[in-house]
T-cell receptor, first 114, second 112 residues
């Protein structure tokens, strides 16, 4: 069964609006979760590390004010894309550390900003 | 030069063929090696997880790691059309599931 649940699987929004993506760890508690972005036919790019109870750690070049991350509980992290623009259209994927078994990924969210 | 190199393909094989997918890497500090399968518009699914050099088999899949050559492979026996996907190698310094470095992915097409 699924280890990580990500919702929604796809979303279309108007330019200038905000979109929230949820990532839930189903099998175990996760003090850290990770958010990736993937462009068509490219590999995953780590955006940020979500830390339970503290601020997220962002990779170089990722705007923390545009991509708001909240890790309010040990099983839930959210990524909010604020004031979305067409260039933010992408595939966003979260992952949870696999407790010695690599990492498990959510189903991904396809965001289209029109 | 990228830390992890992977031929993007596409690799097209007939059903039943043995498939060989490979990655090379430059950082000898990597200790943990993974293979993920990603179907179109889906998240990556963990296929194999190995530590250090050696072989690991799981059903039709065999993962091979050669740290001396900085080379890892995934073999798929009796390939099926349902194996058509993009295969991503990933590696890390620790087993905490973080700090993963991915290859670019190889697109595999298995034709019936």
């Amino acid at each position: 069964g699924a280890v990580v649940s990500q919702h929604p699987s796809w979303v279309i929004c108007k330019s200038g609006t905000s979109v929230k993506i949820e990532c839930r760890s189903l099998d175990f508690q996760a003090t850290t979760m990770f958010w990736y972005r993937q462009f068509p036919k490219q590999s995953l790019m780590l955006m940020a590390t979500s830390n339970e109870g503290s601020k997220a750690t962002y990779e170089q070049g990722v705007e923390k004010d545009k991509f708001l991350i909240n890790h309010a509980s040990l099983t839930l992290s959210t990524l909010t894309v604020t004031s979305a623009h067409p260039e933010d259209s992408s595939f966003y994927i979260c992952s949870v550390p696999g407790q010695g078994r690599g990492a498990f990924f959510g189903q991904g969210t396809r965001l289209t900003v029109v | 030069q990228k830390e992890v190199e992977q031929d993007p393909g596409p690799l097209s094989v007939p059903e039943g063929a043995i498939v060989s997918l490979n990655c090379t890497y430059s950082n000898s500090a990597f200790q943990y090696f993974m293979w993920y399968r990603q179907y179109s518009r889906k998240g990556p699914e963990l296929l194999m997880y190995t530590y250090s050099s050696g072989n690991k088999e799981d059903g039709r899949f065999t993962a091979q790691v050669d740290k001396s050559s900085k080379y890892i492979s995934l073999f798929i026996r009796d390939s099926q059309p349902s194996d058509s996907a993009t295969y991503l190698c990933a590696m890390s310094y620790n087993n905490a599931g973080n700090m993963l470095t991915f290859g670019g992915g190889t697109r595999l097409m298995v034709k019936p």
